[in-house]
């Protein structure tokens, strides 16, 4: 990367546990290299888990880290404070996730269907062991549209709020919830067809 001239950012205050996040992302604002390692080690694990499951392709996924870290590089100065960091560094990532797979038209994503056929109320994982379980787990999410997996992943790998994910997708919260009704039912279907219950 290469050096820039300081700029001097005024960050408003930060979100509760988001200190870290916000001198950091100050220091890089005024080209801290050492910052930018600091946050690129620290966030590196969780953008690959997220992206990978989206992107489907280590090598993309790690590529997007790398783009949406440059971007922290390149325009962290812009943070404005309006959410935490994470959630500003979690929606870089994702649109440039979506942007690529919109690019790339490796993955046609399904479209939300607000008719579908809500799944049977029973639960499809019975009798099942927690190996197998988590290995139908794993299949159903690659089977779900980026925009329906990102909202689980989101909410039950990353523990952010519906609030947070609507600041990471770049959509209303009335959106993420009803991304979510269609996903857990959409999961509810293929875990059922995936343990043949």
Not at 8 to 34: F, N, Q
Not at 100 to 111: C, G, I, Q, V
Not at 124 to 153: F, K, N, Q
Request: glycine fraction near 6%.
């Amino acid at each position: 990367m290469e050096p820039r001239s300081p700029q001097v950012s005024v960050i408003s205050v930060p979100a509760a546990g988001d200190e870290a996040d916000v001198l950091a992302l100050s220091r890089i604002a005024a080209g801290s290299r050492a910052a930018l390692d600091e946050m690129y080690r620290r966030y590196y694990p969780r953008l690959m888990d997220f992206l990978g499951r989206i992107l489907s392709q280590r090598e993309l996924a790690e590529e997007i880290v790398n783009d949406t870290m440059y971007t922290v590089w390149t325009a962290g100065a812009s943070f404005a404070g309006r959410s935490k960091v994470s959630t500003w560094i979690f929606g870089i990532a994702y649109k440039k996730a979506l942007k690529r797979l919109s690019r790339d038209r490796r993955h046609a994503a399904e479209p939300l269907d607000d008719s579908s056929e809500l799944a049977s109320e029973q639960d499809p994982t019975g009798d099942v062991d927690e190996a197998e379980l988590r290995s139908a787990l794993e299949r159903a999410l690659t089977r779900l549209s980026p925009a329906h997996r990102s909202v689980v992943e989101l909410t039950y790998l990353l523990d952010y709020s519906y609030v947070e994910i609507s600041g990471i997708v770049g959509c209303p919260v009335n959106t993420v919830k009803t991304r979510m009704f269609h996903a857990r039912a959409h999961l509810r279907r293929l875990l059922s067809a995936l343990l043949g219950k």
